[in-house]
Nanobody, 122 residues
Framework: VQLQASGGGLVQAGGSLRLTCAAS????????MAWFRQAPNKEREFLAA????????LYGDSVKDRFAISRDNAKNMIYLEMNSLEPGDAADYYC????????????????WGQGTQVTVSS
């Protein structure tokens, strides 16, 4: 499975962005998918995950009231709608997936795409 994130860019504080992750290859999109981010000199942070059906989602505490994850299985794509962006949201954003089914959406992501950079100006 190959994952490609896109949609990053420069946005003013308070603004919005929508990130897109396209999955391709065998079994692409068959499992839960997630978004993470990593800022310079910081650990990778879990942001959101969505089950294969799209019926179950999980969010990290820092973004749960501002970000929304969704998916379109017909297109093998997931999205991250980011609102009320803050300078602290600046980071490289990555999508990820895993190769097994589990009710726990918060772990097990082993396949990663290249990141897309988000910059937030104050």
């Amino acid at each position: 499975v190959q994952l490609q994130a896109s949609g990053g860019g420069l946005v003013q504080a308070g603004g919005s962005l929508r990130l897109t992750c396209a999955a391709s290859g065998p079994s692409a999109g068959n499992y839960a998918m997630a978004w993470f981010r990593q800022a310079p000199n910081k650990e990778r942070e879990f942001l959101a995950a969505i089950s294969w059906s799209g019926q179950k989602t999980l969010y990290g505490d820092s973004v749960k009231d501002r970000f929304a994850i969704s998916r379109d299985n017909a297109k093998n794509m997931i999205y991250l709608e980011m609102n009320s962006l803050e300078p602290g949201d600046a980071a490289d954003y990555y999508c990820a997936t895993r190769t097994y089914y589990s009710g726990d959406l918060g772990s097990g992501y082993t396949l990663w795409g290249q990141g897309t950079q988000v910059t937030v100006s104050s």
